[in-house]
């Protein structure tokens, strides 16, 4: 077994509107988090759970630490695999489904358009997403299926 790491961060509660949570509709669902050494990050619920549509929730984030360690695990990937990397945007979704007071996010689909600098590195970068799958701690940490739809492309010639 490998080395352990640990991580921590404070979450305060800023909604209390002067009677806590005397009811459903009273309170804020703003949140503050903290974490040493970083700008803090005001969140909150997702507006459909009565949240700021302004601010992230922590569906976005689950959503945004999937996308991010995908990634930054393809990059490891392609630099172990001799692909060179010059461009990535994952336009990513994910679907939550509600059960009474609960429930759970049933799939997340990630959609990584890659260009990469020659035509011959195409094939090792499609490959290279398998390899960031069986690496990403987030995916591996997660109940649901995290899909991928990549699409490479190479750099044009300079002419």
């Known amino acids: 077994m490998g080395p352990e790491h640990r991580y921590a961060l404070t979450a305060t ?5 002067g009677s806590g949570t005397s009811g459903y509709r009273d309170y804020d ?3 503050r988090l903290e974490s040493d050494g970083r700008p803090d990050l005001v969140v909150s619920a997702d507006p459909s759970f009565r949240g700021d549509a302004g601010r992230w929730n922590p569906e976005d984030m689950l959503l945004a630490a999937l996308a991010e360690c995908h ?4 990059l490891h990937a392609c630099v172990a695999r001799g692909v060179v990397v010059t461009s990535y945007t994952d336009d990513a979704t ?5 059960e009474g007071n609960g429930g759970r996010f049933t799939s997340a689909t990630l959609r990584p358009r890659v260009v990469v600098a020659e035509e011959s590195m195409i094939d090792d970068a499609l490959a290279a997403h398998d390899d960031a799958h ?8 997660v109940n649901f299926p995290v899909h991928h739809s990549a699409t490479v492309t190479a750099s044009p010639a300079p002419s």
């Open 94 to 98: 994910a679907v939550m489904r509600t």
């Open 29 to 31: 669902r703003t949140v």
């Open 134 to 141: 069986e690496w990403c701690f987030i995916a591996n940490s």
């Open 13 to 17: 509660w800023l909604g209390n509107r």
């Open 71 to 74: 990634l930054l695990s393809y």
